[in-house]
Structure formats: C-alpha cells, structure tokens
C-alpha cells in the first residue's frame, strides 16, 4: 500500500499518517480494507512524497492512497525512496501515540481507532483462525483471556483443581485443547523471548499486550510440560515415535497376576516420585520377564505384524519367569503405571510395518515425557 504525500513537513511517517487522516471517506474505507489481513495475506507500508524518484513519471502523480489500476488501466507511477516502507512496529505505535491528542467520539480519534484495530489483537485471533486448520476460534479466545488475566492464569496453572474456570459455552475444555493452541500461537519460547510464531507476529500486528502474554507462556512452559499435550497424540521425546495403540483408560481390561505384582513392588523404596517410581517398575519388569524369541521368529518367518492379538487369559497368567514380546511388555508396564496414584499416564505405542513391527510404551506426567522400551537382561534382547 502506497500513501502519498504533497509537501515534506515532520518526517515521512508523520507526514504519511496526516495524509491518511485527511483522506475523504470512500479512500479511508479502501485503506482499512488492505491494512485487515486477507487470509494471511499482509499489505507493506509505503509512504512517499511526489518529489520521491518514480518509474513512470510521465504518469500524473497521486495524492493519498495511490491506485494500481482504474477501470482496468495501470495508472501507477511506482515511487521508491531510501526509508519509504514503514514497519508495524514503527506505525502503529505513533497511531496509539495520537490517539491521546484527539477526543473520543471525534472523527480522527475514531479514524485512528479502527487503523489500530486493523493490526490488533482480535484482526490476529480472526487471522489466526483463518489460516490455521482446524483452529478452534472459542479455543483460541480462552487462551488469550488466559494469558490476559493474572488470577484466570494461576488457575491455568493448577487446572485440576480449576475445570470450572475453563468452560466454553457450558462445556469444560480440555486442558490439552488450550496447550496445544498456546504452543502453536507462541512456539518454543527461547531465553531471548524468540520464536518464529513469535516473529511472525510482531511484524505483521501490533499488540501491546504480547510482551505480559510472553512472560505468562514462559512460565507455564516452565510448570506444565507441554510436550504432553501438543499435536494429535502425545509427543515423546525419543528417536522412535510411533502410533498409538492404547491410551490411558483404553487399555484391555485384565487383572495383574498378584505373583508379579508383589515381585515387582517387593524393596521398593518409599516416597519415590511418580517418575522415579515408574522407572523402579520397567526395570523391575525387564529383570523378571524373560523375552519370547519364538514369537518374533514365528512372525517373521509367516511375515505377519508384531502385533500380538490381546488375550485377557494371557496377560493374567504372566508371573515372573514368564516370556512375553513387546506387545504384551508394554501393555504389562502400561498397565501398572496407569494404576498409579497421581497425575501420570502410560500410552502403548507402536513403531515399523509388518513382521518389524515393535511395541513400547510413551509415559508422561506434568514434568516429563519419555520413552521405555524394555530389554532383556540377560540376552540383551529388546523386549
């Protein structure tokens, strides 16, 4: 968007904003309409003056908002000048500036209103939903009203004990709903407060609020381990990602046979931490259970996939000495640490196709995601 200006008087920025000021209605309109993002599409800042070099100056000049075309005819005379593109970051603040100046209700104080809120927090959100799929507009507004609000956000932090506070239209939201959105909004927040999400949106909006919302998504970074609720299923930090077979409370129903249960627990130190406990378990586990070579070999030589059918019969006549595959090693584990007090949960996952398919388990709690794959110990036979 070219603005042009007839006379230099304070500077090419206050110059160009006193011309769009004084535009009449009908070209103030065109010039809110291309300063709203257009599906993600954002117009440039250029403010000229007549005496600025052009391309075409056979052309007559034109004062204000410059036309690429009328009726179908190229009118344009393409100025450029050293300094003529003018930022986001440079504009919208001098708008904000001049507002003070004028009384609301009047028609520049007005004027001024809708130019900030062309590039502000709600033109973003719009945008933001526009262009994202999938993205959930009710979501998205929660998020900000999250990161806007001191008390709602230390209710954020300690959502368990705060559904209620989250509900959208009667509905309580998912905490992993209002993670996601928030990890997609601001990506990874570095030490420096840098992102590209981040970038990407200082220079295309002005929001004076985002640096507040910057610090707020830093410290739930720090306390909720995001890793645990960002994309369609849970992310694990590990070489090997794969599909989940089983969530928690999804998983088979069958009761652990008290022989290994009481093997497994037996010299457990007390006041473990949740994932301090569920390591204790997988290791406990890999010792006890022996790994099953027939069934990997059986399956590869009828090149079937690694995917042990679940029996209920099976999975609770497993005592310690027994063989298993990874299938049912994973479920065994995933088994005993969704049965955990607390906030931690066990997924089975599986990785490969066919004959070289493998199962393990992804667990997370607020502070970690990790990946336990079981080993035999003395083979040394992935399990």
């Known amino acids: 968007m070219n603005i042009i200006t007839e006379v230099t008087k304070n500077g090419r920025i206050q110059d160009g904003i006193a011309t769009i000021l004084k535009l009449d209605d009908e070209t103030f309109e065109r010039v809110i309409e291309r300063m709203r993002p257009l599906n993600g599409q954002m117009e440039e800042f250029n403010f000229y003056y007549v005496t600025d070099s052009c391309t075409r100056p056979d052309r007559a000049s034109q004062l204000g908002l410059e036309e690429f075309n009328i009726d179908g005819k190229e009118v344009v005379r393409g100025y450029y000048a050293s300094g003529s593109q003018i930022s986001v970051q440079e504009l919208f603040p001098m708008f904000e500036k001049l507002l003070a100046g004028f009384p609301e209700g009047s028609s520049l104080h007005t004027r001024l209103v809708r130019l900030l809120e062309t590039r502000g927090l709600e033109a973003f959100k719009e945008n933001y939903v526009n262009t994202n799929y999938s993205a959930n507009s009710d979501v998205v507004n929660k998020v900000f009203e999250i990161l806007s609000n001191q008390e709602l956000f230390d209710k954020f932090l300690d959502y368990d004990h705060n559904q209620e506070s989250f509900e959208i239209e009667g509905v309580k939201s998912p905490k992993h709903e209002i993670c996601t959105a928030i990890w997609r909004i601001f990506g990874e927040i570095h030490d420096n407060d840098t992102s590209r999400e981040l970038e990407n949106t200082k220079a295309h909006f002005y929001i004076p609020e985002l640096p507040k919302m910057q610090e707020r998504v830093k410290e739930a970074y720090e306390k909720i381990n995001f890793n645990r609720y960002i994309g369609g299923m849970y992310e694990f930090r590990s070489p090997v990602s794969g599909t989940a077979i089983s969530r928690k409370g999804e998983e088979p129903d069958f009761e652990i ?86 906030d931690i949960g066990a997924v089975v996952l599986a990785s490969g196709e066919g004959s070289r398919m493998h199962s393990f388990v992804g667990l997370y709690t607020e502070n970690v995601s990790a990946s336990f794959d079981g080993t035999g110990t003395q083979a040394r036979r992935r399990i």
Do not use: H, W
Request: aromatic share 12%.
């Open 257 to 342: 046979n008290q022989d290994l249960v009481s093997a497994v627990y037996d010299g457990m130190p007390k006041d473990l931490s949740l994932e301090e406990k569920a390591t204790y378990v997988y290791a406990k586990l890999c010792k006890l259970l022996l790994y099953d070579e027939g069934a990997l070999y059986k399956r590869r030589m009828e090149r079937a996939d690694y995917i042990t059918p679940y029996s209920k019969e099976v999975m609770e006549a497993i005592i310690p000495g027994s063989k298993v595959d990874c299938v049912n090693f994973s479920r065994m584990f995933a088994r005993f640490v969704n049965q955990f007090d607390g």
